[in-house]
């Protein structure tokens, strides 16, 4: 029962480069978040997708940042042109429903992240 | 914009120690999660407490959702090594914007043997 798998683990990429992060959800869960955690700080809410659709984009940069969730395959977090700044743990999470407070099925589980370093 | 604070943000004590973390916002939830997430991890998720008042326990560990859905407590009794992390509160916001997780900076704890 595989839960939240995210790769690469860690990624180095030189400034200008393009950083591309894979998620694949749970088994069964149909939407997916993304988190950025920087240093000293607290994760923060950046994206939430379901299949095909961006559903709240408002915790993601305008520019250079993009997210997507195709029908087939796992959800992509593509940063262009990155810059020091962007270096972080990106974590992926994964819920069965987005509402139904009080049933649990929108409870958050998350994958192992991916360490992105920009040099 | 809401805040979660969460003290003490250091907690260093001895195996057998009774300890209890705060999660703390001006802000109402719709539900408050607590995770525990060691290096290089991702959170895990402990629980989540839904109800003004609720009290849900997990072996040694006891998470309470205060009255007015603005804060949270976790305490452990008689902490272990293996209790050893940093541990997070986030809030799922009120209406419809209730999948957005606010997190607070953290707990870490240290249990020494």
């Known amino acids: 029962n595989a839960g939240v798998m995210q790769n690469p683990r860690h990624l180095v990429r030189r400034r200008g480069q393009e950083a591309r992060l894979r998620c694949s959800p749970m088994k069964g869960h149909s939407h997916v978040y993304w988190y950025r955690q920087l240093p000293e700080e607290g994760l923060k809410f950046m994206v939430y997708l379901q299949k095909e659709n961006i559903i709240d984009e408002s915790g993601m940069p305008k520019e250079r940042f993009s997210a997507e969730f195709p029908k087939e395959g796992p959800s992509i977090l593509r940063i262009q042109q990155v810059v020091r700044g962007d270096s972080a743990a990106y974590f992926c999470a994964s819920s069965l429903t987005s509402t139904a407070v009080g049933t649990g099925g929108h409870e958050q589980y998350f994958g192992p992240g991916t360490r992105l370093t920009v040099t | 914009t809401q805040l979660l604070e969460q003290s003490p943000q250091f907690l260093s004590i001895q195996e057998g120690e009774n300890l209890t973390v705060y999660c703390n916002s001006s802000?109402?939830?719709?539900?408050l999660q607590w995770y525990r997430q060691e290096p290089g991890e991702g959170p895990v998720l402990l629980v989540t407490v839904v109800t003004g008042g609720e009290v849900k326990k997990l072996k040694r560990l006891t998470f309470q959702f205060g009255d007015a859905r603005k804060d949270s407590s976790l305490h452990i009794t008689a902490a272990q090594p293996g209790d050893t992390g940093l541990y997070l509160c986030?809030?799922?916001?009120?209406?419809?914007?209730?999948?957005?997780?606010?997190f607070g900076k953290g707990t870490l704890l240290t249990v020494n043997p």
């Open positions: 986030a809030g799922a916001a009120s209406g419809g914007s209730n999948y957005k997780l606010t």
């Open positions: 802000s109402v939830f719709s539900s």
